[in-house]
C-alpha cells in the first residue's frame, strides 16, 4: 500500500510529513527508522504525524518521532512545518491553530511573511518537571560527564534540554559530550544538549545534540531552551536572534509566568510515495 509524505525542513531541521487523517497509517518504529534512514529511505531528523484531535479544544494532533524510531513530546522546527502543510494540503484555511501534543497544546500562528509563529508555552524550570535529578531549583547546575566539571541550566520545553556556554560554537565538543550529556543519569529521560555561545545581549549562536537523532542543522525548542537559559543568568534580553547551522530564528520571552514565541520559516521541499 502506497504512503504520501511530505518532506520539509525548518531552517534545515528535516522532516517526512504524512497525512494521518486521509489516509491509513500504521508505522512501527522500525519502519520509521527506515523511513529517516539517508542512505536507503527519504531521510530526515523525525517524522511528523497529522491526526485527527483527541480533544475538543484542538483542531490537530501533533506526533513527533525521532529517526531511532522513539516518539518525543516537543519539536518547534516541526511545529512550523505542521502549520504549512496543513495549509499547503488544504485541512485548514486557518491562520491560527491549535494543536494537540504529548507536552500539552500549541498554538501556531501563520504570518503574512510566509513565516510561522509558534506559541511554544511556559517553559519548566522545577527539577522534576524538566525531568532532572536535583535537590532544588538552580539556574545552573554542576555536573560531571567524562572526568570533566561542567556547569548547565536544565530547561523543558515541554522536552528536556540541557544548555551549556561555550566560547566557540564551531570548536565546541558537540560529537564528544552532545552524547554523554544526552544520555547522563541525571535526565531520566534523556535530553536534548544545547551549546550556546553568546554575541551580544540579543545574538547567540547555537548548535544542539538532539535525543535520539544526533546533531541536527536546527532544534526549535533548543533555541527556546537557551534563550532561556540565558535569560535565567542575566546574559539576555527579551528578544534574541539565534543562530544555527542551518539558519536564523527569533526567540523571545519577557520572562518567568510568560510563554516563550519562536518564529521563522518551514519550507516544502518534495512530495512522493513510498511503499509501506
Given at each position: 500500500?502506497?504512503?504520501?509524505?511530505?518532506?520539509?525542513?525548518?531552517?534545515?531541521?528535516?522532516?517526512?510529513?504524512?497525512?494521518?487523517?486521509?489516509?491509513?497509517?500504521?508505522?512501527?518504529?522500525?519502519?520509521?527508522?527506515?523511513?529517516?534512514?539517508?542512505?536507503?529511505?527519504?531521510?530526515?531528523?523525525?517524522?511528523?504525524?497529522?491526526?485527527?484531535?483527541?480533544?475538543?479544544?484542538?483542531?490537530?494532533?501533533?506526533?513527533?518521532?525521532?529517526?531511532?524510531?522513539?516518539?518525543?513530546?516537543?519539536?518547534?522546527?516541526?511545529?512550523?512545518?505542521?502549520?504549512?502543510?496543513?495549509?499547503?494540503?488544504?485541512l485548514s484555511d486557518r491562520d491560527e491553530l491549535?494543536?494537540?501534543?504529548?507536552?500539552?497544546?500549541?498554538?501556531?500562528?501563520?504570518?503574512?511573511?510566509?513565516?510561522?509563529?509558534?506559541?511554544?508555552?511556559q517553559p519548566r524550570l522545577e527539577p522534576a518537571e524538566v525531568p532532572f535529578?536535583?535537590?532544588?531549583?538552580?539556574?545552573?547546575?554542576?555536573?560531571?560527564?567524562?572526568?570533566?566539571?561542567?556547569?548547565?541550566?536544565?530547561?523543558?520545553?515541554?522536552?528536556p534540554h540541557a544548555v551549556l556556554m561555550v566560547e566557540d560554537v564551531e570548536r565546541a565538543p558537540v560529537a564528544h559530550l552532545g552524547p554523554l550529556l544526552e544520555r547522563h543519569g541525571r535526565f531520566p529521560n534523556r535530553a536534548n544538549v544545547g551549546f550556546m555561545q553568546l554575541l551580544a545581549p540579543d545574538h547567540i549562536r547555537l548548535r544542539v545534540f538532539e535525543r535520539g537523532?544526533?546533531?541536527?542543522?536546527?532544534?526549535?525548542?533548543?533555541?527556546?531552551?537557551?534563550?532561556?537559559?540565558?535569560?535565567?543568568?542575566g546574559l539576555l534580553w527579551p528578544n534574541v536572534r539565534v543562530d544555527l547551522p542551518g539558519g536564523t530564528l527569533e526567540i523571545h520571552w519577557a520572562g518567568e509566568g510568560e510563554p516563550v514565541t519562536m518564529i521563522g520559516p518551514a519550507t516544502t521541499v518534495f512530495e512522493g510515495w513510498i511503499e509501506q
Open positions: 500500500m502506497k504512503l504520501y509524505f511530505t518532506k520539509m525542513h525548518g531552517i534545515g531541521n528535516d522532516f517526512v510529513v504524512i497525512d494521518a487523517i486521509r489516509q491509513s497509517v500504521a508505522l512501527t518504529p522500525a519502519a520509521i527508522r527506515a523511513l529517516a534512514d539517508r542512505h536507503v529511505g527519504i531521510g530526515c531528523d523525525q517524522v511528523l504525524l497529522v491526526e485527527t484531535p483527541t480533544r475538543a479544544d484542538a483542531d490537530f494532533r501533533y506526533r513527533i518521532f525521532n529517526a531511532d524510531g522513539g516518539e518525543v513530546e516537543q519539536c518547534g522546527n516541526g511545529a512550523r512545518c505542521f502549520a504549512r502543510f496543513v495549509r499547503e494540503h488544504d491549535c494543536v494537540e501534543t504529548s507536552a500539552g497544546l500549541l498554538r501556531l500562528r501563520l504570518l503574512a511573511d510566509g513565516r510561522v509563529a509558534v506559541d511554544m508555552g535529578f536535583a535537590t532544588e531549583r538552580a539556574a545552573r547546575y554542576p555536573i560531571a560527564a567524562d572526568g570533566v566539571e561542567l556547569e548547565i541550566a536544565a530547561v523543558s520545553m515541554g522536552n537523532t544526533g546533531e541536527t542543522r536546527a532544534c526549535g525548542s533548543g533555541a527556546c531552551a537557551a534563550v532561556v537559559a540565558g535569560r535565567l543568568w
